[in-house]
């Protein structure tokens, strides 16, 4: 996590902003002060260094990784065929968030799950199982 320097360094822009939220007119109203973490004290509280000790021992995802494996013909730049293959390993198929090109803006559950039921309905169809009357897949069959 934070491998990328530029990463980093917004982060830290993003900590010197909200710290001078402490210097305005309403903070000091309430006597507002910055709680600082005791882990990185070596390096001087309030110094980049100590900042990004801190960032690299509290920073964590909270969000839903999507758009991690590229989709495309082949293995060269991508990992996954359109029917979420896995170039070049039989058997194997990505089917979550990963293969999304974007990330999305809302919960990813269900377009995980349209994804899922779209792959579903076409290893069914791989295998030779027959549509119902709707044109869906019968899921008892298997």
Same mark, same amino acid.
């Given at each position: ?26 903070? !000091? *109203? ?9 882990? @990185? ?6 110094? !980049?260094?100590?900042?990004? @000790?801190a960032l690299r021992h509290m920073t964590l #995802?909270?969000?839903?990784? @999507?758009?991690? #494996? *590229?989709?495309?013909?082949?293995? #060269? ?12 390993? !039989? ?24 994804? *899922? ?7 069914? !169809? ?17």
């Amino acid at each position: 996590m934070l491998a990328e320097p530029e990463d980093v360094d917004t982060l830290i822009k993003g900590i010197e902003f909200a710290l001078k939220l402490f210097e305005t007119q309403a903070f !000091r *109203a309430i006597d507002a002060e910055p709680k600082l973490i005791h882990f @990185c004290k070596e390096f001087g509280q309030g110094s !980049r260094q100590y900042w990004v @000790c801190a960032l690299r021992h509290m920073t964590l #995802t909270t969000y839903h990784p @999507c758009a991690t #494996t *590229a989709m495309g013909v082949d293995g #060269t730049m991508s990992v996954v065929d359109s029917k979420l293959k896995v170039h070049g390993i !039989r058997g194997l198929r990505v089917v979550d968030p990963g293969v999304f090109p974007l990330s999305v803006s809302s919960h990813i559950n269900a377009p995980t799950v349209i994804v *899922a039921e779209k792959i579903s309905d076409d290893i069914k !169809r791989e295998y030779g199982l027959e549509e119902n009357s709707e044109g869906g897949i019968n899921h008892t069959e298997l």
